[in-house]
């Protein structure tokens, strides 16, 4: 028989959850069906895929530190998080590198069992924030970095930095428009109408 490739999700899950643990995995054996019971814990995570937009995201390897809280509840876990992170990208007016702090926080319960109502929930003995923490970073990131507020962008004729080029100009290009108003000019001149004279047609 042909061994498949695949592995189904559940055993994955439940057989491999104890050895591979994400940076983003939090146990939560201890705070599990004891309602009232709180913990807090920081997490220093090296982000091991980066992720982001099309012009900014949090590059894989760089520094995320989050601080968690961690409420029993009836129902789940309820996680609060503060995240801080660096989001790495370019200028969308003139394409130098920018990096930006990200200030995000986010909470979600984490049901015990599935819930229509809840997005996520309490896998064995553990909670993985890994999709919450994206979640909440991209929706953060900006669609439109810029490298200061007041970036002039580049220049259209020659593509420097206009910030870093005070004053720049070129010799006064003809502006296409009034290119566009002399040739009409042209064909003025040209349609010319014969004058009709009436008083000179058939007077007999
Ligand atoms: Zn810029
Ligand atoms: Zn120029």
Redesign the pocket.
Known sequence: MVRSAIRPRSVESSLVSHLIQSPYTVAVYDLMHRPGEMREKDLDVVVPEGFGNAVIGVATGSQMHIDVRLESLHDGILVSGKIRATADGE??????E?QLPVRVEFQELFAYSFDEAFDYTVHDDHVDLEPVVRDAVVLSLPFQP???ED???LCPECGV?L?DNPGHEHEAPVDPRWAALAGLDNLNDTITTDPVDFDTEEKS
């Open positions: 200028c969308v007016r003139c394409l130098i920018v810029v490298c200061q970036c002039l962008g930095r910030l």
